[in-house]
């Protein structure tokens, strides 16, 4: 029976598969996002398995890293979006979930000061990060966009 | 003895003074960060009692609020920041916490390509929040920039 | 100073207010729904200070209770929608959570095949409920609809 | 002695062989159920181990999809519906999560006023998920029914 | 505004003066149990505000224990149930919870052998304890019937 | 090295080869239970290695399965019990978890009643299952009998 | 009504009054337990409300403590034992629980290899605490003594 | 590469040998502690892993059960002391665990009042489990002792 | 009876008098440490109600700050070490919980080269904190003494 | 397909690679530290995959323990850096995260009284640890060293 079941690509399998190609050719995910004309931030993204690719970007990437067509089927499908750890333990990642702790209340009253009751999507979102020169020293600017969201009354 | 514990103001009544003022007064916080030259999204944080005021800063607000300076005291001093929620259950920042969950690793990625093995400060940080008009409905754009930290090895 | 503090009405008072009103003119969420024209999940949802009421609609149902004007700006600010139990423990709630947790991902498969890649919006979104007779036993209707968001590729 | 334990086909290889068979038929969930003359919602469902197949329909599922008899035993098993994230992440279901936490006391009210002391069933139980056009973008109408249940008193 | 408050009595309310009156009384809650004609069990449990008593019910304890009739609002209310602790400390509750956790599969799986894929209902419920005399020592019997629920097929 | 760690059969081993004997010769619990003279409770507990076999049932069972007497050494060992879910997700064995929740409090008050300051033990524990017809549908009971045990004063 | 609801003396009330007694006296819990012809740690937990007196005991420690009758009751009561902190933080209980992490297996296989399969009762339990002289520098000695319970095969 | 990670043994492989060799030897953890003139409970505990064998003790345990010295190794270094389950799910260890929620209180009272302002030392540790004889059942008596720590100010 | 309930100074009152007595006398932590001849962290650790006083240091204190000695009862006691958050969230506190969670197994890898199978002691310990000028940013500086405490095997 | 996927060696490998050379050429973290000219703390974290080594720092190590260069890859990567235990339970590791829970707030006040608003970063940081003679038992010394980050006020 276990021959039913030769398990085609998953997405970790793909990942595995991108990373290795990025790796081996001395890609930068700037330089592979630049390639297949997406931002660096959705190339990433889409590339860890956290969003699908359409069909012809995931095509182009393939070709773009010399990886067979099978890895497209995975790259496609609408992920499963899980993590782990309520509370991120990494400090590069912990800052950002410190400034919701911080923020957030804020962001919250500023929204509704600016738009009205309602909330930014998480959904209709894209975001970019850059490097911004400084004398005391550079900065990481983050920049998100998300379609404001009206609560319905009926 | 219950005489010598006359307290004073705290940063939840500042607060509580703040909003109420500001009710009164039909201010909004883009006006009260204006009149004391300061941006709106740190003006609500500090008022909220989650960062500090310099003494001229809280000194500018009572005046503009019409409040006591025996508050001062209460908003010049070094919060500390608490949140109760680990995972914040109103949608408005929650989507910011989800925001964390599924680019955290991206952003990680892009300052580790950008810079090097380092974070963004979460304190050496500012950010704002705007409108952006769109046919396709209108959009909330935050805009955080921190300081580069590259890790030491010594 | 403690003169400054005379607190205005919070939703919990305003709450606290409509439930007693509610009980002494013996008046069912249905019955306060029809008199305002609104849905009464949506009625009920922003009595509990879940959602927020358009001014008009805070003012006719203030009229509806015989309750005093005082209430209206509590009823019109956007609420920060906090629940407490992560995990319900009501039954009566519990087996909405364990709908969630049996069939979550259900849902989440028929939407990807009959939208696309995206989400049921919970922002944009209304519900009803009803009675259904039947004669193995009454069931409870639960009919919820959101607008379909897609994510965004950039 | 290991090799009295050739394992049997567990649940989760009953669902890996559907989704293989599925995709290389390129059949979808609503073909599926309707080829068995059941709902999409609960085929997929059942499909994923959290419900039990009747044995003729396990039986006209693996006929349908050219698989081997010998997963009809797991189909049919009454699974243990087991879920590792009690808040879930993923943002499709994290919605429905969040539909519980904002409007679950709304509506255990509406139950309690239509029906009286009791609770709608998650067992005696059906729903279905629909795509309803809307010129302001199409939406997701879900449908859940479930048997009402009286709390007794002894 | 705050005389429009005028606060009524709670379930809370009621379960204290409940609890008062038995002990003036030096009533047991068989005895209070038998005086309604109902069972210990139940008397017991919607007293501590976990069930609703029937008017007619409500009304016999008030007369029973000397308390005035404008309890009976809060006696017949629905009750939201609420535990603090998902895993219980006290020893006595806590041994309930051990039994659930070593037994909890066992009991499923006797449950489908002897009536087919369902669950016993924890809502038409009903639950006896009696003291057995034995010689090692007497037992505590509690014995729990819940109608059979069978799981529905769409 | 390795070659001194031919592991012996484990409780999860033992587990396995009930399981598949059991299925293999279309035996039921109650079926096995009475054939070694045990409870269909305590023989389903012990089998799923949540309880320690005395030697001669295990030997019994093994007999009763034509199963090799490897296994003895692993079903007569005390267990250690472990369970994963703090509250359990599967429908019928969370309706225990919810009556302990709910009826918690009530056991204990009448434990107390009827015996003193004390509990019922769930060592010196035993518990049946029956399946009670019924007009309305039929009902499960579940009984269970511990010993009582008193604080100790010292 | 709230007349009727003149609050008696709870368990928190009692521990305060012989707190308060002990410290006016200059009494402690050795004395204290000595004059009532009982050990310390019972005497201790007893007032501290996480164990019942029995009512002779109640009555010495009251007129030991020129304490009024009235709390007798409240000290009599079986105690619903809670405990806020699953891992306590305070480090001098916490070295408790990390004796149970790191030496919990070995009680538990020592046991079964003195006793058979079962436990040592928490409730059937003593407990005293001595200070032993040692020139390294004082040693606390803790015994603890439970009656062996045996697991019921059924 | 990997040749290069032929992997020496670990605690568990220690273990794993331990506990088998004791089996095939038909040892007791009283009669091993005896030969390597240890006590019992420091002996199973290091044979677990949860503590670090002095090297001629490692020997002597290696030759006493025909194991070889290869093991040396792992069973001489410093443990890392996990436990999984903060509050531990098999009686006989949660008995324990429940004994420092009821009495760490009472420990932490009377060693303040027996020393002064410190605890007792979980490191500079010992224990001891007996069988005490009664008539009334035989009892488990579990003895610990630890250094008292004293408090520092600086 | 409630007056004999007039209760004593805690902990808590302490805090809070020597806190506005610090404010109203324009006094540092530095600055009060000296003047009783202890050093800062230690003094305010004793302060916050996380370390006891010596008698003479309490009444050192209180005359320092014109304080009346009702308060050296509370300052004197043992106190029980609570805080509420497992993971802080005050980002100055956070920072020391990520040091730990980074370089803990560090921490002790190096303890057990340099000393042997020991911890360093929590009890008898010190810290100081010290601003270290820097060209590139002052640093702070935290040093920490714990005495060495080697495991026992016995 | 999965010959694309021969995986290159991962930081774990890596470190497993270091522990086994270092056991094998009998080093201790001191002296590898010293060859290759780093802290004893930042080597043993860097070869635990806690830090990243800055591509010399690896070829330095590789070579002096007989390791291949295929490692340096993984070993100059930045690291993830995720801890399991939110509370460790290691007594050498937990005695840490108890100092940071009864001194945090301390070190929080006392650095706003020598600094300002603004906290010791864990990033520019480094750390020693020494162990210091003393005839009442030697001392374990720890010393942070971090860099004093200011909020931003904008």
Redesign the interface.
């Known amino acids: 029976?276990k021959d039913?079941?030769t398990?085609?690509?998953t997405k970790e399998?793909a990942t595995?598969?991108i990373l290795?190609a990025k790796?081996r050719k001395g890609l930068?995910?700037?330089g592979i996002a630049e390639a297949i004309s997406?931002?660096?931030?959705?190339t990433?993204?889409?590339a860890?398995g956290?969003?699908?690719f359409?069909e012809p970007?995931a095509r182009e990437l393939m070709a773009l890293l010399d990886?067979?067509a099978?890895a497209i089927?995975a790259l496609t499908e609408?992920p499963?979006?899980?993590?782990d750890?309520?509370?991120?333990?990494?400090?590069?990642?912990?800052?950002?979930?410190?400034?919701?702790?911080?923020?957030?209340?804020?962001?919250?009253?500023?929204?509704?000061?600016?738009?009205?009751?309602?909330?930014?999507?998480?959904?209709?979102?894209?975001?970019k990060?850059?490097?911004?020169p400084?004398e005391?020293?550079?900065?990481?600017?983050?920049?998100?966009?998300?379609?404001?969201?009206?609560?319905?009354?009926?």
């Open positions: 029976m039913l079941m398990e085609s690509l399998d595995a598969l290795q790796k930068t995910w700037e997406m931002s660096p931030v959705w990433h993204s889409a860890m956290m969003n699908a359409p970007k990886l067979p099978e089927d609408s499963t979006k899980i993590w750890q309520a509370v991120p333990t990494d400090p590069c990642i912990y800052r950002l979930y410190e400034i919701v702790g911080v923020y957030g209340p804020t962001v919250k009253a500023l929204i509704h000061e600016k738009f009205g009751d309602g909330i930014m999507s998480a959904i209709d979102f894209d975001m990060i850059d490097r911004v400084s005391k020293g550079d900065r990481v600017r983050i920049e998100m966009s998300g379609k404001y969201l009206q609560y319905n009354c009926w």
